[in-house]
């Protein structure tokens, strides 16, 4: 069984501050996406990653895939109250028919 | 463009009653997905299919069943609800094509077991 452990578990800063959201596992995967779950709706995509060393931005959030694909980080800069949200990393492996989901982390960011 | 519909919302189930959750999507996508989110947690695979009559287990299949007669729809049956079943289910699907994974979700059904 593949697991894929995010850390920290809950993360809870002010609005303006910088944080980064770990995604570990000991198997490689195909690629690995981010998706942001708000409370009492389904995962939102963010951004899939495919080559190792591969590093992603999208306005304030920088994703990086590891080299040997087997980990990501997500960096937030200056947090926004509206990125408050469930963020889950997920790898895809073979045909990518299936993902794994890693265990989340629940970001919290307040004024 | 509705993408990926679930009904119901919300529902309590006695212990040892059934119901099927239904899943629709209008995307045309032959991969589709079920899952369940316990509190604060990840998703885990209960089960998918990979086209119409094509269905396969994932990680916690136990307790529950699927169909897929159409590209469309792929319900999720729990026969004997028990306790363990209270969960928020979530059905995705994605296209084919290059095989990124990527996936599209459903607002999720909110189940309560009794």
């Known amino acids: 069984t593949q697991l894929l452990e995010q850390s920290p578990q809950f993360l809870s800063i002010q609005e303006g501050e910088n944080l980064t959201v770990y995604c570990n596992s000991s198997?490689?995967?195909?690629?690995l996406q981010w998706y942001r779950q708000e409370p009492g709706e389904g995962p939102v995509l963010l951004v899939t990653v495919v080559t190792g060393g591969e590093v992603k931005k999208l306005k304030r959030l920088t994703f990086q895939f590891g080299d040997a694909r087997k980990d990501s980080s997500l960096h937030i800069t200056a947090a926004q109250t509206g990125d408050t949200g469930l963020y889950l990393c997920?790898?895809?492996?073979?045909?990518?028919?299936?993902?794994?989901f890693g265990t989340g982390t629940q970001l919290k960011v307040e004024l | 463009n509705a993408g990926v519909t679930q009904t119901p919302k919300f529902r309590i189930l006695k212990i040892g009653q059934s119901m099927t959750l239904q899943c629709t999507q209008d995307m045309n996508h032959n991969y589709m997905y079920w899952y369940r989110q316990d509190p604060g947690m990840g998703l885990k695979l209960i089960y998918y299919s990979v086209g119409a009559g094509i269905t396969d287990k994932g990680e916690v299949p136990n307790g529950y069943n699927v169909s897929r007669s159409t590209t469309e729809d792929f319900p999720l049956r729990l026969e004997l609800a028990a306790p363990s079943q209270t969960s928020v289910y979530f059905c995705a699907s994605r296209s084919d094509g290059w095989a990124r994974g990527e996936q599209y979700f459903g607002p999720g059904t909110r189940l309560t077991v009794t």
């Open positions: 198997s490689v995967f195909s690629s």
């Open positions: 997920a790898g895809a492996t073979g045909g990518g028919n299936k993902l794994t």
